[in-house]
């Protein structure tokens, strides 16, 4: 796994700069909760060098809304309404109750304190 | 414009096999616009899997999230941990779970077809797919003990060994299955009835594929040639095996057909070579260290693309778990590929996607 690190700021920019349909698939979003920061993921893998799985990642605060990705991999909105509400973080033009009814616990995966 | 109605079909539904939602907007009876609901059976097992349970009891964890494809995940689960133990499995126990994957895809196959043939109306060719699958489910249980969840890959290796009379057994009924999968590729094929429902029903382009991100059958019929088995030759030698590429080109449920009943004849092939060529090894590696670091496995399921994430901090339990199911990756082309289609052929097209419910909402 090749780990990307990017930033909020950057994220759009830089999956723009490398996501082309004819050649990368989209995988899944995903986030690990590390206290203080969550650790936010976005998976992809090659179509022409099919082993590799390449991984953009930015670490947040849990309060920070982050971009959606949606206008560059059309179908990643499934993965960013998945994680608004298992990780209970904000992602732009995402609401809650994809996964979870709106009035479940927030963020099931999130470290209990 | 005409009158617009909204049509649900779902959750519970004499045409869906699984909790699954969809609302279609209609006009004349033509479906303009789709929304998908996907999420009625979660079951928190990510983090169950990272609370509850030690990383070699997970493998038997995952194998819950699915009954069909449950050698998919503990496979996959048990591959990523590998990873994370930085250990490398005995070639015997690889070829046997090669073994179990391709019986496991032939069931699921089968169990497809036979939904799609139901959901076109066609009440005795489900009935016929459903009893040649019979005897995949045997033999599931002959080599893994139970007919479905089978936690045959465990962490290091596999559980069981095949025995000389199983691999007999699977050899001679293999053979008496060929001419069945022919007769049945015949009327999939070329019966004019089943054609007229399954052709240009629920179609995507190759292009919409990819931008789609779309795996599976569901890619491999619109020609994207996207198979894991075609990928990760580092984990499973699945090309030497005789791993076989299948695309369609229309995209359509016939195309879904096609590719799934041309597979079963890879997942022959594969089996036959497998049991020939089954190298002498130990069953499992054995290992006393602890998950550490990050690592992702991609395996290809009966329905696609598998993933798994998994985040050790050299501990029993695990930092992190993520698993996305096929389903999961292909929910959005779902929703878009019934546009322009009659409300009526709707349940076969639903079928036709295979989708798995209790792996996408886990």
Known sequence: ?113 | MAKQYEIPIGAQHISLLEPLHFKFTTENEKIVKTDANVYYVHRGIEQACCSKFKFRQVSFVVGRVCGLCSISHTTAYSQVAEKLLKIEIPLRAKYLRMLVIELDRIHSHLLCLSHVAENSGFEALFMKTMQYREFSMELLEAVCGNRIQYDFSIVGGVARDLKPQVAQSIMERLKKFIPQLDELMDIYKNNWTLSLKNKGAGAITKEDAMRLNVVGPFARAAGLAVDVRNETEDLLPWKEVGFEMITETSGDVYARNMVRLRELYVSIRIIENIINGLPESALITETKAFPDGEATVRLEAPRGELFYYAKGNKTQILERLKIKAPTFSNVAAMAEAFTGNEYGSAPAIIASYDPCLSCTAR
């Not at chain 1, 022409?48 to 605060?61: D, K, M, N, Q, R």
């Not at chain 1, 971009?67 to 033009?93: Q, T, Y």
Request: some cysteine; proline content about 5%.
């Open chain 1, 1 to 113: 796994m090749k780990k990307i690190e990017t930033t909020i700021e950057n994220l759009k920019k830089d999956i723009a700069a490398f996501y082309k349909p004819e050649l990368q698939h989209f995988m899944v979003m995903n986030a690990v909760d590390l206290g203080e920061k969550i650790e936010v993921q976005w998976f992809f893998s090659n179509y022409a060098h099919p082993c590799e799985t390449i991984c953009f990642y930015t670490l947040v605060s849990p309060e920070t809304e982050i971009p959606s990705i949606r206008d560059i991999v059309v179908s990643a909105w499934v993965a960013e309404a998945e994680l608004v509400d298992l990780m209970n973080i904000k992602v732009e033009n995402t609401q809650k109750g994809f996964v979870l009814e709106p009035d479940f616990e927030s963020g099931p995966l999130r470290k209990k304190k």
